[in-house]
């Protein structure tokens, strides 16, 4: 079950391969792309949790690097922000699906999926616009990341759930739509860092 205490550094300056089940000094498990000597080994995204990843998430097509669509902003805006392409693929992968005119019930749009309160606030006039869309996008994430202290699962919980609803939890939300969306976007991180 994933918890607060589980981080996956975003890397800086290389593209995350591949994801370490690491404890802490007080014996606390927690997710890095980064292997400390002796208190980590390498883990697959696939057995993320409780809950084993048999088999493909929906909608999952296999999607490499090459032909995914939106690769040229996604890649300007990933090394604008200082965020992996990688993982910004995998949020719109879980978000949209790259369906750049999805809308969802509550009223994201877009293919990061922007509430119309988070669009305004990320400069946003056209969230049906990819290359305003993934800006926005990753500055809200690049923001996420920063209140979190970098805790990508925490802002991965706060880009689903909202920011309010992690602070008020003090952790991953235990909504189970939060829970899932945190491990789709995990394991679609790990296929597109493999890809």
């Known amino acids: 079950m994933l918890t607060g205490v589980m981080v996956l550094f975003v890397c800086q300056t290389a593209v995350a391969s ?5 404890r ?21 995204t696939r057995k993320l949790g409780s809950i084993s990843f048999s088999g493909k998430w929906p909608g999952y097509s296999g999607d490499s690097y090459k032909n ?14 200082n965020i992996d392409p990688n ?3 995998a949020i719109i992968k879980a978000e949209s699906g790259f369906d750049r005119y999805a809308v969802s ?9 922007l509430m119309p309160d988070t669009a305004r606030e ?3 006039s056209d969230p049906f616009n990819p290359e305003q869309n993934i800006a926005g996008g990753v500055r809200y994430l690049r923001k996420l990341l920063k209140m979190f202290n970098g805790d990508l699962v925490l802002s991965l919980a706060a880009y689903n759930a909202g920011p309010g609803q992690v602070k008020r939890s003090g952790g991953v939300p235990q909504f189970s739509e939060t829970k899932s969306y945190i491990k789709r ?5 790990d296929r597109f860092a493999k890809a």
Do not use: T
Request: net charge positive; aromatic share 16%.
């Open 24 to 44: 802490d000094a007080r014996g606390k498990k927690y997710f890095s792309n980064m292997p400390e000597s002796g208190r980590c080994v390498s883990y697959s």
């Open 185 to 189: 976007v995990l394991s679609y991180y």
């Open 68 to 81: 995914v669509r939106y690769h040229k902003q996604i890649d300007y805006w990933g090394k604008r922000y």
């Open 18 to 22: 591949s994801l370490y089940l690491c």
């Open 105 to 113: 019930k509550k009223g994201a749009q877009g293919l990061m999926q």
């Open 122 to 124: 990320m400069r946003v």
């Open 87 to 89: 993982l910004i693929k």
